[in-house]
């Protein structure tokens, strides 16, 4: 199931948008006028907020079928890391021309980083790390890079799936909160069996909370809103038979000072929780920078990295461990609910850098 909203001036529109973007099988479940966005927006004319729902035509979701993709893209991945691994080994072993032929294709490693848009602190480890193992500039090449990103990832990259009962998701609008909410919901509740409620921090008090809402309908499973702090032990108590809570949150900038600091009030109600910290693998390395900083000042525990599926540069996940000493949690590679989330593992996210590298 994909659910979208649409911010239209009426229905004509929106009934275009969503035909073109979620085909003819989608239906509406929710409209609504809303103010605008952005500054002084509730002087202009109200849009129209239109919710529309698709089911995403598969196999229904069952323990057995996610367990052998899960086996399946495991052994996919081991097949595919091992392959490399064999194919560097051979290259090093093997004194024919081959090798230097890849050497002169591939004497342009720094632009290779530029494109990836790599944070300089990465640009100059790596220029360490050569000086550190005696390689000149002229002997730079893939096999170079492919060792030293393996020693990074291996030394470096922490991986780990969140185990609190509360988990809370903060982050940028349109990153892809709600929907990994949603995803780690049906997955936990479908999957695993547990006792999963919802929470949602409305701050905005907008009442922009219907998408949640809506996958809390599908799954039949508790969701309270809160829109002042004072209301979140409240909500928690509303929770008490839950043994998985997650949070969402809504409408902070990370650029807001007052708004960064309106949601670490919030998550000071709860305790024994973990945050992650949700990052868009779409958004600029001067962007995951910024965001990094400032979301400090609320705290997080890990990192979740969505949107694999928009983008072929990867360089953010090498950002992302490098400017940050927090473990990744989850990928998101899709829209789809919920399906197109993984655990995070070295092979998986190694896979998606390397694969960038050697085309
Ligand atoms: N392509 C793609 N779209 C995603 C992914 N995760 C979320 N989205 C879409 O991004 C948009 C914003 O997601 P949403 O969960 O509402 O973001 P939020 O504002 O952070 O809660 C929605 O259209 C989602 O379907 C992803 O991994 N890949
Ligand atoms: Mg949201």
Redesign the pocket.
């Known amino acids: 199931m ?4 649409y911010y239209v001036e009426d229905m004509y529109e929106a009934m275009i948008k969503i035909k073109d973007e979620l085909g003819n099988d989608a239906v509406i479940i929710n409209k609504r006028r809303v103010s605008q966005k952005g500054f002084l927006g509730f002087l202009k004319p109200k849009m129209m907020e239109v919710t529309a729902a698709v089911e995403v035509k598969q196999e229904p979701v069952i323990e057995k079928n996610i367990t052998n993709q899960k086996i399946e893209q495991e052994e996919y991945l081991r097949s595919e890391i091992n392959e490399i691994k064999e194919v560097v080994k051979q290259l090093i072993e093997s004194n024919d021309s081959s090798v230097n032929k890849i050497v002169d294709q591939n004497d342009d490693i720094y632009d290779l980083f530029s494109e990836m848009d790599l944070s300089k602190v990465i640009i100059e480890d790596f220029e360490s790390y050569c000086e550190q193992n005696n390689i000149n500039k002229n002997e730079i090449n893939k096999i170079v890079l492919y060792e030293f990103l393996m020693n990074r990832f291996n030394n470096k990259l922490n991986v780990r799936t969140p185990d609190s009962r509360i988990l809370a998701l903060i ?10 909410i949603a995803k780690i919901a049906s997955r936990e509740f479908l999957v695993n069996h547990r006792n999963v409620g919802l929470i949602t921090i409305d701050t905005y008090r907008i009442g922009a909370v219907e ?1 949640l809402k809506i996958y809390a309908n599908i799954l039949d499973i508790p969701v309270e809103v809160v829109s002042d702090k004072d209301d979140m032990k409240t909500a928690l108590d509303n929770l008490s038979d839950c043994d998985l809570i997650l949070i ?1 949150t ?1 409408g902070s900038s990370y650029k807001n000072a007052e708004q960064i600091e309106e949601l670490k009030q919030y998550l000071a109600e709860v305790d024994e929780k973990e945050v992650s910290l ?1 990052i868009s693998m779409t958004s600029k390395n001067t962007d995951v920078i910024q965001m990094l900083n400032n979301y400090k000042h609320v705290g997080f525990d890990n990192l979740i990295l ?5 983008t072929l540069s990867y360089g953010s996940i090498l950002n992302a461990f490098y400017l940050c000493d927090k473990p990744i949690s989850y990928i ?4 789809v609910v919920p399906d ?1 989330l993984e655990n995070a593992t070295r092979d998986v996210l190694f896979k998606y850098i390397w694969g960038e590298i050697k085309v």
């Open positions: 994909i659910i979208k909203n982050g940028p609008t349109g990153v892809g909160k709600t929907t990994t998408q969402d809504t949700v969505t949107k694999f599926d928009e998101s590679m899709g829209q197109d």
